[in-house]
């Protein structure tokens, strides 16, 4: 759980900016990410006023301002992971290209323009292993994902259900995707993202403490993962998966500002030999906190 200051926040414009020019990729202030940036900025400027004004203004677009902060925090771990990798440029190219398009508030997604946030998951999963040291990669268009550890290459397959009745669907094709890169040494992976099957549009989670956040998101996920059984023993039935769930959301009081970014990832093996499965539990163990093992 992060917390942060918009004052630095807003340092990343430019080195997004900087990135696209470099990808010869166009950035101009149409684009979603650039209006992220110029409402939090709006938002920096009003911090010098009272904080009743400053709370009103909040409040009178609150969606607004929850998503630039969230989005924002996410293209800024992105673009640090990014600018330290070496990656194929146009792959790269392929993800940015989707990245800086898509609507800017989730509830006005559809299923014409939903590229924008696949790239987002993708790229924020890049970026949450990358800062754990592990050898990741981009690739395109299957699997999303590649990680390589000393035992397994791990092909991931990144989905974003939207609702619980979408959710066998992407799991579906995750998984009818995973076995075109099937081979006697890669781990077939699929990384689901919760955020609107569990929060909805809302990507807010209130709560008293931090403390009080991850506890409440490791058992809202921990029963997810039980609830979830039967439904990946239906579509997996004897083939072996290994399967992320990812949670990541803004977190804090209603009225405390700033607020902290959580990103909350458990993950589980399904239908691996013992002995395959306890190698695989050791690289969960260097991929993810070790509480998020199950």
């Known amino acids: 759980m992060n917390k942060y200051k918009y004052s630095d926040l807003l340092l990343y414009e430019k080195k997004i900016k900087d990135l696209y020019s470099k990808l010869g990729l166009n950035f101009d202030d149409s684009n979603r990410i650039s209006k992220y940036f110029k409402y939090l900025g709006?938002?920096?400027?009003?911090?010098?006023?009272?904080?009743?004004?400053?709370?009103?203004?909040i409040q009178k677009n609150k969606a607004k301002y929850y998503y630039s902060q969230f989005y924002v925090l996410e293209i800024c771990k992105i673009i640090d992971a990014l600018q330290n990798t070496k990656l194929d440029k146009n792959i790269l190219k392929e993800k940015l290209t989707h990245l800086a398009k898509g609507t800017y508030l989730l509830s006005e997604e559809n299923i014409n323009n939903t590229q924008a946030r696949d790239a987002t998951f993708e790229l924020s999963l890049f970026s949450f292993l990358y800062a754990r040291n592990?050898?990741?990669?981009?690739?395109?268009?299957?699997?999303?994902l590649q990680l390589s550890t000393a035992n397994f290459t791990y092909n991931i397959e990144c989905k974003r259900p939207y609702s619980m009745k979408s959710l066998e669907r992407?799991?579906?094709?995750?998984?009818?995707?995973?076995?075109?890169?099937?081979?006697?040494?890669?781990?077939p992976t699929m990384a689901l993202s919760l955020e609107q099957v569990i929060l909805g549009d809302d990507l807010i989670l209130d709560s008293k403490d931090e403390q009080s956040a991850l506890t409440f998101l490791d058992a809202m996920l921990s029963q997810f993962t039980q609830d979830n059984l039967p439904m990946i023993r239906k579509i997996c039935n004897n083939e072996?998966?290994?399967?992320?769930?990812?949670?990541?959301?803004?977190?804090?009081?209603?009225?405390?500002?700033?607020?902290?970014?959580?990103?909350?990832?458990?993950?589980?093996?399904?239908?691996?030999?013992?002995?395959?499965?306890?190698?695989?539990?050791?690289?969960?163990?260097?991929?993810?906190p070790s509480k998020n093992l199950k």
């Open 170 to 187: 992407n799991i579906r094709k995750a998984l009818k995707q995973l076995r075109k890169t099937r081979n006697s040494v890669s781990i």
């Open 42 to 57: 709006e938002i920096e400027k009003s911090r010098n006023l009272d904080k009743d004004k400053f709370h009103a203004i």
């Open 240 to 288: 072996p998966c290994l399967i992320l769930y990812w949670l990541s959301c803004l977190t804090g009081f209603k009225t405390d500002l700033p607020m902290a970014h959580t990103t909350f990832i458990i993950g589980n093996v399904y239908n691996f030999d013992q002995k395959l499965s306890d190698h695989i539990y050791k690289d969960l163990q260097i991929m993810l």
């Open 134 to 144: 592990l050898r990741v990669k981009l690739d395109s268009p299957n699997p999303d």
